[in-house]
C-alpha cells in the first residue's frame, strides 16, 4: 500500500550505460516530479508532469528523459551516464491544487562508475 | 524568483531540550510553506504546512512552526527533543504553479 513507490532504490552502474527508474503512485494525484538530491543534500526540481502532460523541465541536460504513460507513472531515463549524474532521485506527486505538499518517494540512489 | 534559506547547516541538541530550526523565505506575497524531514535512507516526510491563517502550526511528531511575515519567516520548533528526531530537515516554499523550493537543508544530532 506504499503511496510512492520507486524502483530500484541502489542503482550502480559504468559510465556511458543507458537505464531507467520507475515511479508509480497509487493516490490519485494529478501531478508527478522528479527531484535530483546532490551529495550536499541539496534538492532540486528537475521535471514537472501534469496529468501526463510536461509542464516544469528546469535546466536538465537531455540525456534525461521523463516518460509518463499515465498519471499514475512517471519514469525518468538517462542516456550516456556521467559521474556527475550520481545522486539520488526522489520522484514525488501532488494533488492538482498544490496546497497539501508533496509526497516522496523512497528515493533512488545511482551510483556511476 | 522565490528561494528559501535555512542559515544554520548542522544543530547538536541534548535529548530533552528544546530545539528551533530556523527558515526564511523570500517571495512576494503570502507563500505556502512547508517542513520536511528527511531520515538516513529515508525520504522526506512532510512535518507541517502553512497556507494561511493561525500564524502558529501544529506537525507530527510534536513540531511545530510560526510564520512572521515581518520577518519572512517560518521557524520549526520541538519542546523536547528526542533522540530519534536526529535527521535532515528542509523548509519548502511554493506559490502558484511553480514546485517545490527548497532550502539547502539542517542537519540536527541529537546526544545523550
Known amino acids: 500500500d506504499t503511496a510512492v513507490s520507486q524502483t530500484p532504490k541502489y542503482l550502480v552502474t559504468q559510465m556511458g550505460n543507458d537505464k531507467s527508474i520507475k515511479c508509480e503512485q497509487n493516490l490519485g494525484h494529478d501531478t508527478m516530479y522528479w527531484y535530483k538530491q546532490d551529495s550536499k543534500k541539496f534538492l532540486k526540481i528537475m521535471f514537472s508532469y501534469n496529468n501526463k502532460e510536461l509542464i516544469i523541465n528546469e535546466t536538465v541536460p537531455n540525456r534525461f528523459s521523463p516518460k509518463s504513460p499515465d498519471k499514475a507513472h512517471l519514469n525518468l531515463h538517462i542516456n550516456s551516464l556521467e559521474l556527475g549524474d550520481s545522486a539520488v532521485y526522489f520522484c514525488?506527486?501532488?494533488?492538482?491544487?498544490?496546497?497539501?505538499?508533496?509526497?516522496f518517494g523512497s528515493g533512488t540512489r545511482l551510483t556511476v562508475v | 524568483a522565490q528561494s528559501v534559506t535555512q542559515p544554520d547547516i548542522h544543530i547538536t541538541v541534548s535529548e530533552g531540550a528544546s530545539l528551533e530550526l530556523r527558515c526564511n523565505y523570500s517571495y512576494g506575497a503570502t507563500p505556502y510553506l512547508f517542513w520536511y524531514v528527511q531520515s538516513p535512507g529515508q525520504g522526506l516526510q512532510l512535518l507541517l504546512k502553512?497556507?494561511?491563517?493561525?500564524?502558529l502550526v501544529q506537525g507530527i511528531k510534536g513540531f511545530e512552526a510560526e510564520f512572521k511575515r515581518s520577518q519572512s519567516s517560518f521557524n520549526l520548533r520541538k519542546p523536547s527533543v528526542h533522540w530519534s528526531d536526529a535527521a535532515e530537515y528542509f523548509c519548502?516554499?511554493?506559490?502558484?504553479?511553480?514546485?517545490?523550493?527548497f532550502g539547502k537543508g539542517t542537519r540536527l544530532s541529537v546526544i545523550a
Open positions: 514525488a506527486s501532488s494533488p492538482h491544487r498544490e496546497l497539501y505538499g508533496y509526497t
Open positions: 502553512y497556507f494561511s491563517g493561525d500564524t
Open positions: 519548502a516554499v511554493h506559490s502558484g504553479n511553480t514546485p517545490l523550493v
